[in-house]
């Protein structure tokens, strides 16, 4: 059972809601910190936390007024009660600072840590029932099924912050579960959309990271010149939504207006649009059940002119067909296929490797670890941050073979 709400049912919004944001001073962070700035007399913040950022970090917890803050790395805890001296503002560091910030009652939560450390915090706010804004993929990528348990159990509203996820949120409120034939996520195509096999296997760390919509950071820009975070996106919606890989499409669409598609039993097809702006799906779930005013610019459909659709060639993105293999496998496969990605792409960054060796390093660890015998429910947080670890370690380990190998 999914413990996202399908239905857009209204409900009376509070005079003033209590907000946290785990990963304050990433880009996610940036944009509802922004958000938050428009509107306040409408929220109060709670906690604000960031990775090593005590700077950036301690700017906003004055600036917010916020109850708490805490700094992922635990060696920074004097800088930032420096930075904060003459506040009411409590501090903390390390991991359980983190989780304790996730942990402190505000009503809204958004959940941006990224990486595997931000699971502990989002399960943490999930369990005492919070509206959780999820922006971190690892959550449902690594450790979705029990991720999602835990948030039916408690009672816990989970709000997809990505704008394709947010896209087919707000669709699926168009019709029942029952009546859904398949959910169309889009996709830009990346700045290799064009390129010949070849091509894109010689790709440069710089060519890869001219996205040619979306100005997001490093890793994820490279994911999507992979259509690897494409294929992250199709195994999220299958949790989030409880769906089947058989009822999750992909489509490119290079103008990414349309952010996300639903196709119900009568044929009515109900989609989201929107300009690029990830304040539009971030707000979205910042005024759930009703909407606030956004910031993003108006879309003139009239001035774009067309939208265009094709469909993904897994041929030149294997990184899409992985992701579908490793979400039919189940049982840690998605854990695995996430690992194996993030070592990939920074062996790519770090010159390493090519960019077509990417893919290959995923499959590689993935057929490594079906063949060891490995798959098993997770049934906890550390069940899946093990996985994650050793998937890492797999990776590296075939990361030299890997390079050697011509494409």
Not at 175 to 195: D, H, K, Q
Not at 196 to 213: G, V
Not at 265 to 270: A, E, H, I, M, T
Not at 358 to 377: F, Q
Request: with cysteine; hydrophobic share 45%; net charge neutral.
């Amino acid at each position: 059972m999914s413990a996202v709400p399908l239905r857009n049912n209204k409900a009376t919004a509070s005079t003033v809601r209590t907000v946290t944001v785990l990963g304050a001073t990433g880009s996610i962070g940036d944009s509802t910190m922004d958000l938050l700035r428009a509107s306040p007399d409408r929220y109060q913040v709670e906690a604000l936390t960031a990775n090593t950022n005590v700077e950036g970090l301690a700017k906003l917890a004055r600036e917010f007024g916020a109850r708490f803050a805490a700094v992922a790395d635990p060696d920074r805890l004097g800088a930032l009660k420096d930075a904060l001296a003459g506040t009411r503002t409590e501090c903390g560091a390390g991991e359980s600072a983190i989780i304790e910030a996730a942990a402190r009652p505000a009503d809204w939560v958004m959940a941006a840590v990224s990486g595997a450390a931000g699971l502990k915090p989002a399960l943490a706010a999930v369990d005492r029932g919070a509206s959780v804004a999820l922006a971190n993929k690892e959550c449902l990528v690594c450790a979705g099924d029990f991720f999602m348990q835990r948030a039916a159990k408690a009672g816990a509203c989970i709000l997809p912050a990505d704008s394709e996820h947010n896209a087919l949120f707000q669709a699926l409120g168009s019709g029942n579960r029952e009546e859904l034939v398949r959910v169309i996520i889009t996709a830009s195509g990346g700045p290799f959309r064009t390129w010949a096999a070849a091509d894109i296997e010689q790709a440069t760390l710089a060519q890869a990271l001219k996205h040619p919509n979306w100005s997001m950071g490093q890793k994820i820009t490279i994911d999507s010149a992979s259509m690897m975070n494409k294929g992250l996106e199709v195994i999220e919606a299958s949790y989030l939504f409880a769906l089947t890989p058989d009822e999750i499409d992909v489509l490119v669409h290079p103008q990414s207006i349309i952010h996300g598609m639903v196709e119900f039993s009568d044929r009515s097809v109900v989609a989201q649009l929107g300009a690029p702006d990830m304040r539009t799906p971030i707000a979205h779930c910042l005024g759930w059940p009703n909407r606030i005013v956004g910031p993003a610019a108006k879309l003139d459909l009239a001035k774009i002119g067309q939208l265009t659709f094709e469909e993904p060639d897994f041929g030149r993105f294997p990184g899409l067909r992985l992701a579908y293999d490793a979400l039919r496998t189940g049982r840690g496969a998605t854990t695995v296929f996430n690992a194996a990605n993030e070592v990939a792409v920074a062996a790519f960054i770090g010159g390493k490797i090519r960019f077509g060796a990417i893919a290959r390093l995923v499959e590689a660890t993935m057929n490594d670890w079906v063949r060891s015998g490995n798959l098993a429910p997770l049934t906890s947080a550390d069940d899946a941050i093990a996985v994650d670890h050793n998937a890492r370690n797999r990776a590296a380990t075939l990361l030299p073979q890997i390079a050697l190998k011509a494409s």
